[in-house]
């Protein structure tokens, strides 16, 4: 069962192609905003992943970041993610990132519980 506090952190060493001049986000070798969400999101995807029957995953369905320092590409970055609420198969995170100098970032994110194929098989 899902519940409030359940903790996962993912950790990325940003090389070339999480940086925002190769991602296109903006032209510095840095890591990407982007690339910043895609481990805020991971972080929060494990959190709950061992908790879902298995036939079931989670998809991302909304993301509020504050990127507030940047990080050069070799260095090493995290990403906490805490359960902060479950309302039926939506699912609330908050997600703050670190490198070795302190916080980069915080996220407000919210995944929702699916069945696979059901959910794979409305693509058409």
Known sequence: MIEKGITYKSVLKVTQNQSAAYIGSGDLPV???PALIALMEQAAMKAIAPYLQETESSVGIYVACKHTRATAVGKEV???ACVEEVEGRRVSFK???YDD????????HDRFIVDKNRFLS???
Do not use: D, F, M, R
């Open 101 to 108: 100098q302190g916080e980069i970032g915080q996220a407000k």
């Open 31 to 33: 890591l990407a905003t």
């Open 78 to 80: 995290y990403a906490e």
């Open 122 to 124: 409305k693509l058409g």
């Open 95 to 97: 997600v703050t990132a």
